[in-house]
């Protein structure tokens, strides 16, 4: 390489490329103004979601047979784990934009699009397995017998049952043996 000479460009090569990056240089800062509005999405990005804990906190749904769970309030964030079941219940506890953050009946928390989510109710069995009876009483005869983790749809809850349908059967289930529903919370 001989002197005066950048691999293969001569210095008035250079003396120009100089001359033309002050220029985009110069554009660049002159773009600038341009450019804070974008930094300022990147900040709202990063932003604490609103909590929706205490006495916003509500109930919803899945509205599909596969919904993701990610690990935070956007696409770019990994996937946690996924459901399977449409209308699993879930509680939302903190809302981003179009993200909510959900917590599941066993506790586990992710975020999910709120297309993925609807507003009818349901409830899940809890506890050992539960009867479902004809009308709101324990002497009621016996309609079906739920297990652990059995999705129901619910039409009303009162202070201590709910009217529930699974499968085509349709009774009362006592409130004390179903989550998705929040203490002294009535369905019309």
């Known amino acids: 390489m001989r002197y005066g000479s950048v691999s293969g460009w001569n210095m008035s090569s250079l003396r120009l490329s100089k001359h033309l990056s002050r220029g985009l240089l110069l554009a660049a800062l002159a773009v600038c103004p341009l450019a ?3 930094s300022g999405a990147v900040a709202q990005d990063r932003q604490v979601a609103r909590t929706t804990e205490g006495e916003n906190t509500r109930f ?3 509205r599909a047979d596969d919904v993701n769970v990610r690990a935070g309030p ?3 964030y990994p996937v946690k784990w996924k459901f399977v079941q449409r209308n699993m219940p879930v509680q939302i506890v903190a809302e981003y934009d179009t993200w909510r953050k959900i917590r599941d009946w066993e506790g586990a928390e992710g975020w999910v699009h709120r297309a993925m989510l609807s507003s009818k109710r349901s409830l899940i069995v809890v506890g050992q397995g539960q009867t ?3 009308d709101a009483t324990d002497d009621s005869a016996a309609v079906a017998r739920l297990a652990s983790g059995y999705v129901v749809m619910v039409s009303r809850c009162g202070r201590e049952w709910c009217e529930v349908e699974a499968s085509g059967y349709e009774g009362w289930l006592r409130r004390d043996h179903v989550w998705g529903i ?3 919370e ?3």
Request: cysteine-free.
């Open 36 to 38: 804070a509005p974008l």
């Open 60 to 62: 919803a749904s899945l």
């Open 74 to 76: 956007g696409v770019r």
């Open 132 to 134: 479902m009876r004809k």
């Open 182 to 184: 929040l203490p002294g």
């Open 186 to 188: 009535r369905l019309p």
